[in-house]
């Protein structure tokens, strides 16, 4: 109880500084204040096109993270059995994990357009965390665990229920605490930069055309919330499963 | 059934531990195989089971199987238990031929009923040796393989366990590796250290 109320009270207390800094700036291009932002959210909110680019937004990144995970963790369980395939992937692996997302961007903006660009980057974004998470996570695995139900012929969901996914379970938890963060962030970015039509993204890079920097920022908070939720229900599936 | 192990050598980092060893595993027959430290006991178990494979000679299963690999009960020398489940639950979940029913009836037998819904890992040592043996006895098998199942139990648990694998041998083979053969004279006994 005292850890939550010491944090509101730092939350608050970062709130005022934002907003005090803001009135000592007193312009709202270089920097709006809390209360600005808060007044265009709702504004933002009550226009047509906001639900609609959330939902865009949000389902978009979401079959991204989604695909980059599943494609993720089946390459890892493939390359945990055949060593060729985890020496085959580790060049790629390692340049998806250090090109710049702009960089793809750019390229798969030729290729495909802009359209589901989000998906995509997300997509290659959250495959090498899920990939290596999973790979370190099936190395860890108990051998003698994995031994005993080789002997007593241990069915296959069995052995993923009781061994595989208890020690996978912390490998999965975070990496997909920082694969939904990533995807957030990278599909935002990708939208900035290829502009489909109807996002966040677009609706950020619009801010910044008209230079309206409290719509910047309550654009910004409605991506923090967005992220945030979807973490925590992600946990949640976690720690059930 | 009959499995036949001839001229088996094995040896780990150049030292010999089996060296043209010869037996016949039958059905209907016990065998309590007996040595010091380091004499081969384990490596003839994992020999038998097919987790290793010998230097030279042969393990063969002899006989009408279904499997290429023989269905077996076993007690390794650690208790390979889910730490985080319970007794009833770390049975259960190695077969779906062995029900939670039965299984709570079986475990009664070798530990007390507030011991069995625990996770496994709040049990004692000797309590989970004798979770690893129900495990083993609980589900349908050609043979029992039990690596010095009576590790950490008194003597009343040992006499206990040992009546209980007796009850639940069938007519297949059973192989009982151990430092302590007191008890287990029904097998027969064979000593690694001289027999290598």
Not at chain 1, 14 to 33: D, F, R, S
Not at chain 1, 127 to 149: C, H, Q, R, W
Not at chain 2, 14 to 37: C, M
């Amino acid at each position: 109880m005292q850890k939550i109320v010491r944090r509101t009270i730092a939350a608050a207390a970062w709130i005022i500084i934002w907003q005090l800094v803001a009135m000592i700036i007193h312009n709202k291009i270089l920097l709006a204040g809390p209360i600005d932002t808060v007044a265009a959210l709702v504004s933002l909110s009550k226009t047509p096109s906001f639900w609609g680019s959330v939902w865009q937004t949000t389902g978009r990144i979401l079959l991204g993270f989604f695909l980059g995970s599943v494609i993720g963790i089946i390459l890892a369980y493939i390359a945990h059995e055949k060593s060729w395939v985890e020496d085959f992937l580790r060049p790629l692996v390692s340049a998806l994990k250090s090109v710049p997302v702009a960089s793809f961007v750019i390229l798969l903006l030729i290729w495909f357009g802009s359209s589901n660009i989000s998906i995509i980057i997300c997509a290659m974004v959250v495959f090498p965390i899920l990939y290596l998470n999973t790979l370190e996570g099936l190395k860890s695995t108990d051998v003698k665990l994995l031994e005993m139900a080789k002997v007593f012929r241990m069915p296959g969901g069995r052995r993923l229920r009781y061994i595989y996914l208890p020690q996978l379970s912390p490998f999965f938890k975070s990496a997909f605490k920082l694969a939904i963060g990533m995807s957030f962030k990278s599909g935002i970015a990708a939208e900035v930069i290829g502009q489909p039509l109807n996002t966040i993204g677009n609706g950020l890079y619009l801010s910044k055309i008209y230079l309206e920097t409290a719509d910047l920022f309550a654009w910004t908070i409605v991506v923090v919330l967005i992220s945030f939720v979807c973490e925590k229900i992600i946990t949640k599936v976690i720690d059930i499963l | 059934m009959t499995i036949e192990i001839k001229d088996v050598c094995k040896s780990f980092d150049g030292q010999q531990v089996l060296n043209n060893f010869n037996l016949n595993i039958e059905s209907e027959h016990s065998y309590v195989i007996t040595g010091p430290s380091g004499c081969g006991k384990t490596t003839l178990l994992r020999l038998i089971l097919g987790l290793d494979e010998c230097d030279s000679g042969s393990v063969k299963l002899l006989g009408d199987y279904k499997y290429p690999f023989i269905n077996c009960g076993m007690v390794f020398q650690e208790d390979r238990l889910c730490e985080d489940y319970d007794a009833v639950t770390n049975v259960t979940m190695v077969s779906k031929k062995v029900f939670k029913e039965t299984v709570i009836e079986e475990l009664k037998k070798l530990l007390p009923e507030e011991a069995l819904f625990k996770p496994v890992k709040e049990l004692s040592g000797g309590q989970k040796r004798r979770v690893s043996i129900v495990r083993a006895c609980a589900i349908p098998s050609d043979i029992l393989i039990m690596d010095e199942p009576f590790t950490g139990l008194d003597e009343e648990a040992r006499k206990t366990a040992i009546a209980y694998i007796r009850d639940k041998q069938g007519s297949g083979p059973l192989v009982i590796t151990t430092h302590d053969t007191t008890g287990l004279e029904f097998g027969r006994i064979i000593d690694l250290g001289i027999a290598t």
